[in-house]
């Protein structure tokens, strides 16, 4: 589920001329305006952030997954069965 989660955000993410500088488990670091800037970085990386919270929302998954945006990380986690919140 990792990989296809990885590549799932890898692809979303060069859609907005993301870069990824490095997987850390369930996370992934990007950059933006790295290799090359654009005058619309912070932009391109909110709507890159976005974007990859709907396109995870469409995974197939065997578990819950749930997908939380922060100001600096975008974050997807197993939200076990019991969990408060959880929407079936």
Do not use: N, Q, W
């Not at 290799?35 to 970085?41: K, S, T, Y």
Request: include cysteine; hydrophobic fraction near 40%; glycine fraction near 10%.
């Amino acid at each position: 589920m990792i990989g296809v989660y990885h590549r799932c955000v890898a692809d979303t993410v060069a859609r907005f001329a993301g870069f990824v500088a490095k997987y850390m488990g369930d996370g992934v670091l990007i950059y933006f305006g790295y290799p090359r800037a654009h005058e619309d970085d912070a932009e391109r990386a909110v709507r890159a952030g976005l974007a990859v919270i709907e396109a995870v929302g469409r995974l197939p998954a065997r578990e819950h997954l749930r997908v939380r945006r922060h100001r600096d990380r975008d974050e997807l986690r197993h939200l076990p069965s019991s969990a408060p919140g959880r929407r079936s």
